[in-house]
Protein backbone atom coordinates (compact mmCIF):
# COMPACT_ATOMS: atom_id res chain seq x y z
CA UNK A 1 0.00 0.00 0.00
CA UNK A 2 1.19 3.66 -0.55
CA UNK A 3 3.11 4.40 2.72
CA UNK A 4 1.98 8.48 1.70
CA UNK A 5 -1.41 8.02 2.90
CA UNK A 6 -2.08 9.70 6.07
CA UNK A 7 -3.14 6.64 9.06
CA UNK A 8 -3.20 8.83 12.18
CA UNK A 9 -6.59 10.62 10.50
CA UNK A 10 -7.66 8.45 7.67
CA UNK A 11 -9.61 9.41 4.34
CA UNK A 12 -12.34 6.74 3.63
CA UNK A 13 -14.43 7.55 0.33
CA UNK A 14 -17.76 6.15 1.38
CA UNK A 15 -20.07 4.66 -1.31
CA UNK A 16 -23.65 3.19 -1.11
CA UNK A 17 -25.74 2.02 -3.45
CA UNK A 18 -27.91 -1.03 -1.70
CA UNK A 19 -31.24 0.64 -1.93
CA UNK A 20 -33.37 3.23 -3.87
CA UNK A 21 -30.69 5.85 -2.32
CA UNK A 22 -27.42 6.61 -4.07
CA UNK A 23 -24.75 8.19 -1.71
CA UNK A 24 -21.20 8.98 -1.29
CA UNK A 25 -19.17 10.67 1.41
CA UNK A 26 -15.66 11.51 2.70
CA UNK A 27 -15.17 11.18 6.15
CA UNK A 28 -11.90 12.42 7.73
CA UNK A 29 -11.34 10.65 11.20
CA UNK A 30 -14.93 10.94 13.14
CA UNK A 31 -15.94 14.24 10.79
CA UNK A 32 -18.15 13.82 7.60
CA UNK A 33 -16.24 16.32 5.28
CA UNK A 34 -18.82 15.94 2.91
CA UNK A 35 -22.31 13.59 1.66
CA UNK A 36 -23.84 13.44 -1.49
CA UNK A 37 -27.27 11.89 -1.84
CA UNK A 38 -30.14 11.47 -4.27
CA UNK A 39 -32.89 9.63 -3.83
CA UNK A 40 -33.64 9.54 -8.03
CA UNK A 41 -35.47 7.23 -10.53
CA UNK A 42 -32.27 6.95 -12.08
CA UNK A 43 -29.67 4.14 -12.19
CA UNK A 44 -26.62 4.03 -9.79
CA UNK A 45 -24.64 3.25 -12.63
CA UNK A 46 -25.58 6.86 -13.94
CA UNK A 47 -25.20 9.37 -10.66
CA UNK A 48 -22.32 7.22 -8.45
CA UNK A 49 -19.24 8.48 -10.06
CA UNK A 50 -20.52 11.62 -11.25
CA UNK A 51 -21.25 11.87 -7.67
CA UNK A 52 -17.84 11.46 -6.41
CA UNK A 53 -16.37 13.12 -8.75
CA UNK A 54 -18.34 16.48 -7.99
CA UNK A 55 -17.44 16.20 -4.60
CA UNK A 56 -13.95 15.60 -4.65
CA UNK A 57 -13.51 18.88 -7.39
CA UNK A 58 -16.08 20.99 -4.72
CA UNK A 59 -13.67 19.39 -1.74
CA UNK A 60 -10.24 19.79 -3.27
CA UNK A 61 -9.33 16.42 -2.18
CA UNK A 62 -7.13 14.43 -4.51
CA UNK A 63 -7.69 10.76 -4.82
CA UNK A 64 -4.25 10.11 -3.44
CA UNK A 65 -5.21 11.10 -0.54
CA UNK A 66 -7.65 8.56 0.64
CA UNK A 67 -7.01 5.80 2.87
CA UNK A 68 -9.44 3.46 2.05
CA UNK A 69 -13.14 2.78 0.29
CA UNK A 70 -15.89 1.79 1.81
CA UNK A 71 -18.95 0.16 0.28
CA UNK A 72 -22.35 -0.90 2.08
CA UNK A 73 -22.37 -4.36 1.66
CA UNK A 74 -25.29 -5.84 1.80
CA UNK A 75 -28.06 -6.51 2.30
CA UNK A 76 -29.99 -4.92 -0.07
CA UNK A 77 -31.23 -4.97 -4.06
CA UNK A 78 -29.17 -7.39 -5.78
CA UNK A 79 -28.40 -4.77 -9.07
CA UNK A 80 -27.40 -1.95 -7.03
CA UNK A 81 -25.18 -4.04 -4.34
CA UNK A 82 -23.44 -5.40 -7.49
CA UNK A 83 -22.93 -1.90 -9.11
CA UNK A 84 -21.76 -0.15 -5.82
CA UNK A 85 -18.94 -2.98 -5.03
CA UNK A 86 -17.88 -2.72 -8.75
CA UNK A 87 -17.63 0.93 -8.49
CA UNK A 88 -15.76 0.75 -5.22
CA UNK A 89 -13.62 -2.58 -5.93
CA UNK A 90 -12.52 -0.56 -9.20
CA UNK A 91 -11.49 2.77 -7.02
CA UNK A 92 -9.92 0.74 -4.58
CA UNK A 93 -7.55 -1.15 -6.85
CA UNK A 94 -6.24 1.80 -9.31
CA UNK A 95 -5.95 4.19 -5.66
CA UNK A 96 -3.51 0.58 -4.35
CA UNK A 97 -5.68 1.21 -0.90
CA UNK A 98 -8.02 -1.04 0.87
CA UNK A 99 -11.65 -1.80 1.08
CA UNK A 100 -14.16 -1.40 3.61
CA UNK A 101 -17.40 -3.79 3.83
CA UNK A 102 -19.67 -1.97 6.01
CA UNK A 103 -23.01 -3.92 6.51
CA UNK A 104 -26.13 -2.11 4.94
CA UNK A 105 -28.39 -2.76 8.31
CA UNK A 106 -25.55 -1.83 11.11
CA UNK A 107 -24.72 1.36 9.23
CA UNK A 108 -28.78 2.66 8.96
CA UNK A 109 -28.65 1.81 13.02
CA UNK A 110 -25.63 3.84 13.49
CA UNK A 111 -27.03 6.96 12.44
CA UNK A 112 -29.66 7.03 15.20
CA UNK A 113 -27.77 6.95 18.77
CA UNK A 114 -29.82 9.01 20.37
CA UNK A 115 -32.37 6.40 20.75
CA UNK A 116 -33.21 4.62 23.96
CA UNK A 117 -34.21 1.33 23.20
CA UNK A 118 -33.90 -1.07 20.36
CA UNK A 119 -33.27 0.49 17.19
CA UNK A 120 -34.74 -1.58 14.05
CA UNK A 121 -34.04 -1.09 10.57
CA UNK A 122 -35.79 -2.28 7.75
CA UNK A 123 -34.93 -2.76 4.16
CA UNK A 124 -38.33 -4.31 1.97
CA UNK A 125 -37.13 -7.68 0.88
CA UNK A 126 -40.56 -8.74 -1.00
CA UNK A 127 -42.98 -11.45 -0.62
CA UNK A 128 -43.91 -10.59 3.14
CA UNK A 129 -40.10 -10.36 4.47
CA UNK A 130 -37.87 -7.64 5.41
CA UNK A 131 -33.79 -7.68 5.80
CA UNK A 132 -33.54 -6.72 9.24
CA UNK A 133 -31.39 -6.32 12.78
CA UNK A 134 -31.15 -5.44 16.32
CA UNK A 135 -29.28 -2.93 17.93
CA UNK A 136 -28.56 -0.39 20.39
CA UNK A 137 -26.98 2.12 21.98
CA UNK A 138 -25.50 2.23 25.48
CA UNK A 139 -23.63 4.70 27.54
CA UNK A 140 -20.07 3.71 28.65
CA UNK A 141 -17.60 5.91 30.31
CA UNK A 142 -19.77 9.09 29.25
CA UNK A 143 -19.68 7.98 25.32
CA UNK A 144 -22.31 6.12 23.41
CA UNK A 145 -21.02 2.59 22.54
CA UNK A 146 -23.10 0.61 19.47
CA UNK A 147 -24.15 -2.54 20.50
CA UNK A 148 -25.21 -5.41 17.46
CA UNK A 149 -28.03 -7.58 19.06
CA UNK A 150 -28.84 -9.27 16.25
CA UNK A 151 -26.84 -8.92 12.77
CA UNK A 152 -28.43 -8.79 9.86
CA UNK A 153 -30.63 -11.10 8.94
CA UNK A 154 -34.22 -11.60 6.41
CA UNK A 155 -37.38 -12.65 8.19
CA UNK A 156 -41.44 -12.38 7.86
CA UNK A 157 -42.22 -9.55 8.87
CA UNK A 158 -45.09 -11.01 11.04
CA UNK A 159 -42.47 -13.61 12.95
CA UNK A 160 -40.63 -10.76 13.49
CA UNK A 161 -42.67 -8.53 15.20
CA UNK A 162 -43.87 -11.61 17.22
CA UNK A 163 -40.07 -12.03 18.50
CA UNK A 164 -39.62 -8.55 19.46
CA UNK A 165 -43.45 -8.76 21.36
CA UNK A 166 -42.55 -11.60 22.71
CA UNK A 167 -38.89 -9.88 24.45
CA UNK A 168 -40.97 -7.04 25.40
CA UNK A 169 -39.05 -4.60 24.96
CA UNK A 170 -40.18 -1.44 26.26
CA UNK A 171 -38.82 0.83 23.29
CA UNK A 172 -38.51 0.47 19.76
CA UNK A 173 -37.53 2.62 16.78
CA UNK A 174 -38.16 1.33 13.28
CA UNK A 175 -36.58 2.54 9.81
CA UNK A 176 -35.93 2.12 6.68
CA UNK A 177 -38.46 1.40 3.48
CA UNK A 178 -39.30 -2.08 4.66
CA UNK A 179 -40.77 0.26 7.77
CA UNK A 180 -42.80 2.23 5.53
CA UNK A 181 -44.58 -0.40 3.83
CA UNK A 182 -45.36 -2.55 6.26
CA UNK A 183 -46.75 0.45 9.24
CA UNK A 184 -50.02 -0.37 9.91
CA UNK A 185 -48.96 -4.05 10.78
CA UNK A 186 -45.75 -2.54 13.42
CA UNK A 187 -48.50 -0.22 14.53
CA UNK A 188 -51.35 -3.09 15.30
CA UNK A 189 -49.07 -5.53 16.94
CA UNK A 190 -46.37 -2.70 18.72
CA UNK A 191 -48.77 -0.03 19.30
CA UNK A 192 -45.97 1.97 21.37
CA UNK A 193 -43.24 1.54 18.21
CA UNK A 194 -41.35 4.63 17.33
CA UNK A 195 -40.46 5.54 13.58
CA UNK A 196 -37.88 7.51 12.24
CA UNK A 197 -38.34 10.10 10.78
CA UNK A 198 -37.83 10.12 6.60
CA UNK A 199 -34.37 12.25 6.55
CA UNK A 200 -33.01 9.43 9.33
CA UNK A 201 -34.53 6.31 7.79
CA UNK A 202 -32.95 6.27 4.60
CA UNK A 203 -29.14 4.82 4.22
CA UNK A 204 -27.07 7.69 4.40
CA UNK A 205 -23.83 7.92 3.56
CA UNK A 206 -22.04 10.03 6.39
CA UNK A 207 -23.33 7.59 8.83
CA UNK A 208 -21.87 4.83 7.03
CA UNK A 209 -18.82 6.35 6.77
CA UNK A 210 -18.30 7.02 10.43
CA UNK A 211 -19.07 3.16 11.30
CA UNK A 212 -16.41 1.98 8.64
CA UNK A 213 -13.97 4.99 10.08
CA UNK A 214 -14.51 2.88 13.55
CA UNK A 215 -14.42 -0.23 11.33
CA UNK A 216 -10.90 0.70 9.46
CA UNK A 217 -9.42 1.51 13.08
CA UNK A 218 -10.35 -2.03 14.60
CA UNK A 219 -8.22 -3.55 11.39
CA UNK A 220 -11.61 -5.05 10.11
CA UNK A 221 -10.76 -4.07 6.17
CA UNK A 222 -10.25 -6.33 3.19
CA UNK A 223 -8.75 -6.62 -0.03
CA UNK A 224 -10.34 -5.26 -3.35
CA UNK A 225 -10.06 -8.15 -5.31
CA UNK A 226 -11.57 -10.04 -2.23
CA UNK A 227 -14.76 -8.41 -1.80
CA UNK A 228 -17.84 -9.23 -2.14
CA UNK A 229 -21.54 -8.74 -1.21
CA UNK A 230 -23.48 -10.22 1.35
CA UNK A 231 -27.32 -10.88 -0.49
CA UNK A 232 -28.72 -12.96 2.68
CA UNK A 233 -30.55 -15.18 0.46
CA UNK A 234 -30.72 -16.00 -3.80
CA UNK A 235 -32.32 -13.34 -6.07
CA UNK A 236 -35.60 -13.76 -7.72
CA UNK A 237 -34.02 -15.17 -10.52
CA UNK A 238 -31.97 -18.17 -9.00
CA UNK A 239 -35.13 -18.82 -7.07
CA UNK A 240 -36.96 -19.37 -10.36
CA UNK A 241 -34.28 -21.13 -11.76
CA UNK A 242 -33.56 -23.71 -8.72
CA UNK A 243 -37.23 -24.15 -8.56
CA UNK A 244 -37.23 -24.84 -13.18
CA UNK A 245 -34.82 -27.62 -12.55
CA UNK A 246 -36.56 -28.88 -9.31
CA UNK A 247 -39.55 -29.32 -11.65
CA UNK A 248 -37.38 -30.51 -14.81
CA UNK A 249 -35.58 -33.53 -12.60
Known amino acids: MNSEKNVT ?38 TLMPMI ?4 EL ?33 ALSLD ?30 RNQVFTGIYRFDT ?15 MDITELLTMIKTEGTPSVL ?5 AEVFADKIREMLPGAVFAPDFMG ?15 ERGETEAAADHKPEYLRQSQAEREREKKLGQEQ
Open 202 to 216: KQRAGAAGLLAYDMY
Open 174 to 178: FLGDG
Open 9 to 46: EPLILMIESSGNVAGTALVRGKKVLAEYMTDLKKTHSE
Open 140 to 154: KDGERSFEVIKPAFA
Open 59 to 91: TGIKPSEINAVAVSGGPGSFTGLRIGSATAKGL
Open 97 to 126: VPMIHVPTIDAMAYQCPFFEGWIVPMMDAR
Open 53 to 56: DQMM
